[in-house]
């Protein structure tokens, strides 16, 4: 294969990897072996080479999603998918849409693992359930009610949380970076929905809630304290999946990515990545 070929897909490979694992580092593991193995392959009766490697890619995601998820049930404290930059200086190029969100690759973690290669591989990247079905082990009609069943949870998920637009994500970040500089408590529990729920994966490397916060007035609090806490030097502006988020740093680094759901001009959902090992690539 030649370069021209592989630069031209390696965003898909590389999506359909993350959009399964939720992790950068395991995405990264899989867009290499993908290459490795398409490399030393006969493409000669390939059609369609980004159908093809992207099933690859799909393949390998779903042996280790398979013990992921296994190791995930043991981790400490909630998991939440490893941020993903996707703005103009990301150094990773992806094809983006809402499922690269967190909200979004949450609702895909509560899929089984073949409800979740179905559905990323037939509705995302459009792979005929032949090939689904050869990822899958099972058969076309088998691959084609894994994605029912998904896309319908999918579906419910986006019915009852509808994503908001760009403009009022940036308008509610904005209000929100501004009070949290100026200690403003009022203000953030303003801008906070009364049941809203802050969720921290700390990954048991730094001290984070170890169960979701619940409640305008208590996860303003926490947030102000914490904020104050970790003398955070600066937060600024991020694309994250697509999304505009939060990134705080200290020291010359990032200690944590902060991605928000929004409804009604309020935060509903704060979701924070504050685990190292989640954040080294950026």
Do not use: C
């Not at 896309?151 to 509610?172: I, L």
């Not at 102000?224 to 705080?248: K, M, N, Q, S």
């Amino acid at each position: 294969m030649d370069d021209l070929d592989w630069e031209a897909h390696r965003p898909a490979v590389f999506g359909a990897a993350y959009r399964l694992l939720g992790s950068v580092a395991e995405a990264e593991d899989v867009v290499q072996d993908v290459w490795l193995r398409a490399s030393a392959a006969d493409r000669s009766a390939v059609a369609d080479q980004r159908a093809w490697l992207v099933t690859i890619a799909a393949r390998l995601a779903y042996n280790v999603l398979k013990s992921a998820r296994v190791r995930r049930e043991r981790y400490p404290g909630p998991w939440l998918p490893e941020p993903l930059p996707t703005g103009p200086d990301a150094s990773e190029r992806v094809i983006v849409d809402d499922s690269v969100g967190t909200a979004m690759l949450l609702v895909m973690e509560e899929l089984t693992p073949p409800e979740r290669v179905a559905f990323v591989l037939h509705d995302v990247f459009e792979v005929p359930f032949a090939q689904v079905a050869e990822v899958l082990g099972n058969s076309a009609a088998a691959s084609r009610k894994l994605a029912s069943r998904a896309r319908k949870r999918v579906a419910d998920a986006r019915e009852e949380h509808p994503r908001s637009s760009r403009a009022e994500r940036e308008r509610v970040l904005t209000a929100f970076r501004a009070a949290t500089e100026r200690g403003d408590l009022a203000r953030l529990v303003r801008l906070l929905h009364p049941d809203a729920v802050y969720v921290a994966d700390g990954g048991g490397k730094v001290v984070a809630s170890r169960r979701p916060v619940v409640g305008a007035d208590r996860v303003a609090r926490l947030l102000a304290h914490v904020t104050t806490h970790y003398r955070v030097d600066r937060v600024e502006f991020i694309e994250i999946g697509g999304e505009p988020a939060l990134a705080a740093h200290r020291d010359g680094r990032v200690i944590w990515i902060d991605t928000l759901e929004i409804a009604d001009g309020r935060i509903t959902k704060y979701h924070r990545v504050a685990n190292p090992e989640k954040l080294t690539h950026l």
